[in-house]
Every structure is written in C-alpha cells, then in structure tokens.
C-alpha cells in the first residue's frame, strides 16, 4: 500500500510539474528563443559585443523612478539601439506618492511611441514602494494618455499577491507581465491575474555576480554580470511581431 500511494503521489508531482509548460524551464536555451536587456544607467553596454548575440532583439529601459528622478543615459541608448534595429522600450519604477504625477512624469520623460513598449516595475512591497492601489490607478493614467496599458514588472512576491487580491479585474489582469524570478525553472507559477509570463527575467546581479561567473544562467556579450537579462515567450519572430503588445491579454 505504501509503495501505490508513493506512485501515486510521484505521478501527481510530475503531472504538476509537465503542466507547468517548456516557458518555465531554461527557454533561453532555445536556439529561436527572444532575449530582452533591462538597463538603467549604471550598467554598461557595448553594443557592438552585443550584436554578435543574435537572440537579443529588444531593449526596455529604466526612464525614469518617482516624481523626479530619470535616467542620464536613457535618451542616447534609446536612439543608438533603435538605429541599430532592436525593439525598444521603456519602464517606471514605481514609489510611494501621489502615481497620478508618477505617469505624468514617466509619459513626458520617455516620450514613449507607437511602436515602444511601456511598463511598471513595482519592485517591492515595502513602504517606499508603489502600492498596488497606486500600481492600478498609475496603470490606468497611462492608458488614459495613450489608449494602451503598460507592462507590469514584479518578483513572485510581488505578483502572487495581485493575483491572490485582484484576480481577474479590469486592470491588472489586462496588461502584460513581465515576472522576475532568477533560478532556471518556475514550478509553482501564481496564476489568477495572469496564466504566464510575457517577459520572464531570470537572470540579473542577484544570481550572476563577478565573483561567481560561472553560476550564471547567461552571459552576454558587451554587458557585465549586472544586467538583467530576460526570455520572451516566443520565439524571436513572435515578439517582433507582436511587440509593443498593444493587445491586451
């Protein structure tokens, strides 16, 4: 009896495990898979390295956190990348205060266009983090402004409790995500809002550092160890295609 209940409870792990789908184990071994590089302007680029990766076919970028700080470099690599042909976008990173002013500011600094993906990273949930009420009303003044929601950014932590609060409401569950988690397999996904990633990142200073190269999940050429590196949910033609996911879920 012993053993048919171990069976029994190995089958039901593994059935969990194969329904968790190929996107959340190591998709950026793909041959065809679709890389996104995050900066802000403390990492450096070198993108003629880059170039030599052909996977990576798109950049968003830090433009701007709270009322009044931007990124210095936001401007100068969002015109060099788009000349050398990489997708292009842009994110806020969200504080505490008033979010009306946060988007305003976001908007007017990053000038975000047509073909330009946009999005909220909600790093945290700490008191000096955007709360998820302010996330939502930030999520809807942008949309006010351009007609299209951005991506939302956040760790499991983070996404795992929009799911559990807000479920399938007129916001969150509209929009894009885009998830952090730095290990090479996601088997207990937080579905509810969203049912899988747009953007996974899975790879950044957390888990890749100078003194331990080797433990890295990817390296890529022309950045150092402290740039996150994303995986599309599709293959390279897809989100050309589909990029800036003006579509909603």
Same mark, same amino acid.
């Given at each position: 009896?012993?053993?048919?209940v171990s069976l029994v409870l190995c089958l039901a792990v593994a059935a969990v495990c194969s329904a968790q789908g190929s996107e959340f184990?190591?998709?950026?071994?793909?041959?065809?898979?679709?890389?996104?590089?995050?900066?802000?302007?403390?990492?450096?680029?070198?993108?003629?390295?880059?170039?030599?990766?052909?996977?990576?076919?798109? /950049? /968003?970028?830090?433009?701007?956190?709270?009322?009044?700080?931007?990124?210095?470099?936001?401007?100068?690599?969002?015109?060099?990348?788009?000349?050398?042909?990489?997708?292009?976008?842009?994110?806020? &990173?969200?504080?505490?205060?008033?979010?009306?002013?946060?988007?305003?500011?976001? &908007?007017?600094?990053?000038?975000?266009?047509?073909?330009?993906?946009?999005? &909220?990273?909600?790093?945290?949930?700490?008191?000096?983090?955007?709360? =998820?009420?302010?996330?939502?009303?930030?999520?809807?003044?942008?949309?006010?402004?351009?007609?299209r929601l951005p991506m939302v950014y956040g760790n499991d932590n983070v996404i795992r409790t929009i799911s559990t609060s807000f479920r399938?409401?007129?916001?969150?569950?509209?929009?894009?995500?885009?998830?952090?988690?730095?290990?090479?397999? /996601?088997?207990?996904?937080?579905?509810?809002?969203?049912?899988?990633?747009?953007?996974?990142?899975?790879?950044?200073? /957390?888990?890749?550092?100078?003194?331990?190269?080797?433990a890295c999940l990817i390296l890529i050429p022309g950045t150092k160890t402290d740039m996150d590196v994303n995986v599309f949910h599709g293959?390279?033609?897809? =989100?050309?295609?589909?990029?800036?996911?003006?579509?909603?879920?």
């Amino acid at each position: 009896m012993r053993q048919l209940v171990s069976l029994v409870l190995c089958l039901a792990v593994a059935a969990v495990c194969s329904a968790q789908g190929s996107e959340f184990r190591e998709p950026w071994k793909s041959a065809d898979a679709a890389l996104v590089l995050d900066p802000f302007d403390d990492n450096s680029i070198d993108f003629d390295k880059v170039a030599t990766e052909p996977r990576v076919v798109a /950049i /968003i970028h830090q433009a701007t956190q709270g009322v009044d700080d931007k990124d210095n470099k936001y401007a100068a690599r969002r015109a060099e990348a788009k000349r050398r042909g990489y997708r292009w976008g842009s994110y806020h &990173l969200g504080k505490s205060g008033d979010p009306i002013a946060q988007a305003d500011f976001y &908007l007017a600094t990053a000038k975000p266009g047509d073909d330009e993906v946009m999005a &909220l990273d909600i790093e945290a949930m700490t008191s000096k983090d955007m709360s =998820l009420p302010n996330a939502r009303r930030f999520l809807q003044r942008v949309q006010e402004k351009t007609g299209r929601l951005p991506m939302v950014y956040g760790n499991d932590n983070v996404i795992r409790t929009i799911s559990t609060s807000f479920r399938k409401d007129e916001v969150f569950s509209k929009t894009r995500l885009w998830y952090a988690r730095f290990r090479k397999e /996601i088997p207990n996904f937080p579905r509810g809002t969203w049912e899988t990633y747009t953007v996974w990142q899975f790879s950044s200073e /957390i888990n890749c550092t100078p003194a331990r190269p080797d433990a890295c999940l990817i390296l890529i050429p022309g950045t150092k160890t402290d740039m996150d590196v994303n995986v599309f949910h599709g293959t390279a033609d897809e =989100l050309k295609a589909q990029w800036p996911f003006k579509n909603p879920v």
